[in-house]
Nanobody
Framework: QVQVAESGGGLVQAGGSLRLSCGVV????????LGWFRQAPGKEREIVAA????????YYADSVKGRFTISRDNAKNTLYLQMNSLKSEDTAVYYC????????????????WGQGTQVTVSS
């Protein structure tokens, strides 16, 4: 059983920064691909960023490229999402997820999901 839990969401002004964290409890954490997804009201869930188990390969949605950074610390079993230059359109519930695959950009391949953390960007 894999458990993931996000933290670090909140309210921030446009142009500000937030860092999301995701604790992963699973003995083979270091082998799982991990990802951040988000869902805004009235919209479908979308991928924000994904990273391989080694941390050497990452993917970003075009909408966040250059502003967000995904990283993982396998020693701490933690995934991070550093969000800079936040915009009002970044407002959403952000989810951390784990896949048994080495890496994936497809939400359908992610088996383990956190409860989500709200990020609200005020303009």
């Amino acid at each position: 059983q894999v458990q993931v839990a996000e933290s670090g969401g909140g309210l921030v002004q446009a142009g500000g920064s937030l860092r999301l964290s995701c604790g992963v409890v699973e003995r083979t954490f270091s082998r799982n691909g991990l990802g951040w997804f988000r869902q805004a009201p009235g919209k479908e869930r979308e991928i924000v960023a994904a990273i391989t188990w080694s941390g050497t390969t990452s993917y970003y949605a075009d909408s966040v490229k250059g502003r967000f950074t995904i990283s993982r610390d396998n020693a701490k079993n933690t995934l991070y999402l550093q969000m800079n230059s936040l915009k009002s359109e970044d407002t959403a519930v952000y989810y951390c997820a784990a896949t048994v695959a080495r890496f994936s950009k497809d939400a359908n391949e992610y088996t383990y999901w956190g409860q989500g953390t709200q990020v609200t960007v005020s303009s």
